[in-house]
């Protein structure tokens, strides 16, 4: 088993450009989650995916959208990027309903906007 | 909104040494209290995690402790090792929630 797999592992933007982040599990986990790491901030949840067909907001979602594309499958768009977001992201999946659940997280995504 | 603070931001020991990283929760309705460590360039990585219904849970050379009426959690390493480097995130979170709360952060280094 992959675990979570996350693409890309670095990306470089320039201002006003799109992307989307991918994200995929193995573990046939229900829930699944998109977070931003920045310095002296911990990990801030954007968008989260408590079972397939269902998707909210979290702590910070302004300027990204999330697909839940199917059980496996969950991805983050930037439609316009910007300097402040400018992070690393990390994809996360747990196994039941609860977020009491252990979460599982993705090697990351590094994201650099010009 | 909701919050934990962890401190302290940076701790340096000694190999052989304990570690001590503490927590402070806002939400008085958490009850699950996870602990991860993050390597570097890597996703963090659960290493012990403690509910409400108990005080304190030891895994080896890790332990936590929970005190819901002061809203404190801490993470106790003893025996520290070079491998035990890392970052080292609190968090906070409800059943039946989905929106755990994760601290700043802790950069541990230990010295050989």
């Known amino acids: 088993n992959a675990g979570v797999t996350q693409t890309p592992k670095f990306q470089v933007l320039k201002t006003g450009q799109s992307m989307t982040l991918q994200c995929a599990q193995d573990?046939?986990?229900?829930?699944m989650y998109w977070y931003r790491q920045d310095p002296g901030m911990g990990l801030r949840l954007i968008y989260y995916?408590?079972?397939?067909?269902?998707?909210d907001k979290g702590e910070v979602p302004n300027g990204y959208n999330v697909s839940r594309l199917n059980k496996r499958e969950f991805s983050l768009r930037l439609e316009s990027a910007a300097p402040s977001q400018t992070s690393v992201y990390f994809c996360?999946?747990?196994?039941?309903?609860?977020?009491?659940?252990?979460?599982?997280f993705g090697p990351g995504t590094r994201l650099t906007v010009l | 909104g909701e919050n934990v603070e962890q401190h302290p931001s940076t701790l340096s020991v000694q190999e052989g040494d304990s570690a001590v990283i503490k927590c402070t929760y806002s939400?008085?309705?958490?009850?699950?209290f996870p602990w991860y460590k993050q390597e570097l360039g890597k996703g963090p990585q659960l290493i012990i995690d403690?509910?409400?219904?108990?005080g304190e849970k030891k895994d080896q050379r890790i332990a936590v402790t929970l005190n819901k009426t002061a809203k404190h959690f801490s993470l106790h390493i003893t025996e520290t090792q070079p491998e035990d480097s890392a970052v080292y995130f609190c968090?906070?979170?409800?059943?039946?929630?989905?929106?755990?709360?994760f601290g700043a952060g802790t950069r541990l280094f230990v010295k050989a």
């Open positions: 996360a999946s747990s196994g039941a309903s609860q977020a009491t659940d252990t979460q599982y």
């Open positions: 573990m046939n986990h229900n829930s």
């Open positions: 995916s408590a079972s397939e067909g269902t998707t």
């Open positions: 939400d008085s309705a958490s009850n699950y």
């Open positions: 403690i509910r409400s219904n108990v």
């Open positions: 968090a906070a979170g409800r059943t039946g929630g989905f929106k755990t709360i």
